[in-house]
């Protein structure tokens, strides 16, 4: 299993230095929230391109806006390598994810805790990645939804080969109940950040 890291748990007072901490992770998981779709505002792409020179992990983009297609130029500019959307979002997910494809990086559709996971198979031939939210989006430290596993076996029952991610509220004991349902990247965003030893968190 991967492990993201979510700068959201970070020190922004230290974010160099936070970053260099989870250097031994497998994607670095940038959440960008607009206030709109989330009811919360997190950082935009200059945050991301300023971080970009910092580490060689790539980067995994999480877009948690109501308009992700107009934004998509900027985050690619910015450094995404992997850039992820919600199904629940108001643009066109197509066209999104084609200027994602069409921008050199990698697309993925989310899901939030409501929605089934059939909302995905219109398009599983066109993602790289699915992403369960195991918590409701827009705010770190909640309690992981034990159910959303069953989403998780859902998907890699009808799409094997795709690799599915889980974000929220993952911790040392919550990561187990995400290997059995057979997810492959977890987002973890407070398990390794508030840890004393972000490497050994790992």
């Not at 599915?164 to 997810?183: F, K, R, S």
């Amino acid at each position: 299993m991967q492990i993201a890291p979510s700068v959201l748990a970070a020190d922004f007072t230290k974010l160099g230095q936070e970053i260099q901490r989870v250097s031994g992770a497998d994607y670095l998981h940038l959440d960008i929230m607009d206030g709109h779709f989330v009811p919360n505002i997190s950082y935009g792409p200059g945050v991301v391109a300023a971080l970009r020179p910092l580490t060689s992990l790539p980067f995994d983009v999480h877009l948690m806006l109501d308009h992700p297609l107009e934004y998509v130029p900027a985050f690619l500019k910015a450094g995404a390598d992997l850039i992820t959307f919600h199904v629940e979002c108001k643009d066109p997910i197509d066209e999104t994810l084609a200027a994602i494809h069409n921008g050199g990086a990698k697309a993925g559709l989310v899901l939030k805790p409501a929605t089934p996971a059939e909302a995905l198979w219109p398009w599983l031939d066109k993602i790289d990645l699915a992403m369960v939210m195991t918590v409701e989006p827009g705010f770190g430290g909640q309690s992981f939804m034990e159910p959303m596993m069953d989403k998780v076996r859902e998907i890699k029952k009808k799409a094997p080969s795709l690799l599915v991610e889980a974000d929220g509220g993952i911790n040392d004991t919550t990561i187990q109940l995400c290997a059995e349902a057979g997810v492959d990247i977890c987002v973890a965003g407070t398990g390794v950040f508030r840890a004393e030893n972000a490497e050994e968190a790992l």
